[in-house]
């Protein structure tokens, strides 16, 4: 885990600090996602943030589907293929 403090400029800005940056690889031009939970303020990588919501968005949906094997999975596959191939 890393402390560390950012004052909050006249804009609203802040500087992360050069550690932190570097944990999360940042460089120049990177986005960053920003989430507020009530008194806190949590830094992601938002490709992260994105999946990690598309997850639990998704929780249970293959089981409503009738999707319980690899198997399942696979036919899947092969009748999206034949629909997409027959356009």
């Known amino acids: 885990m890393i ?8 804009k609203g800005q ?5 550690d ?3 944990t999360m ?8 996602a920003l989430i507020c939970e009530k008194d806190r303020v949590i830094l992601m990588n938002p490709a ?3 999946m990690e919501t598309f997850q639990k968005e998704m929780e249970g949906e293959w089981e409503k589907a009738g999707i319980t ?3 399942d ?3 899947l ?5 034949a629909e997409v191939e027959g356009l």
Do not use: H, Q
Request: aromatic residues 6%; proline residues 3%; positive net charge.
């Open 48 to 50: 992260v943030y994105a």
């Open 73 to 75: 999975i696979i036919e």
């Open 69 to 71: 094997s690899e198997e």
């Open 3 to 10: 402390f560390n403090t950012a004052k909050v400029m006249s």
């Open 25 to 32: 690889g940042l460089s120049v031009g990177d986005r960053v």
């Open 14 to 18: 802040i500087t992360l600090p050069i």
């Open 77 to 81: 596959c092969r009748e999206v293929r």
């Open 20 to 22: 932190i940056r570097k």
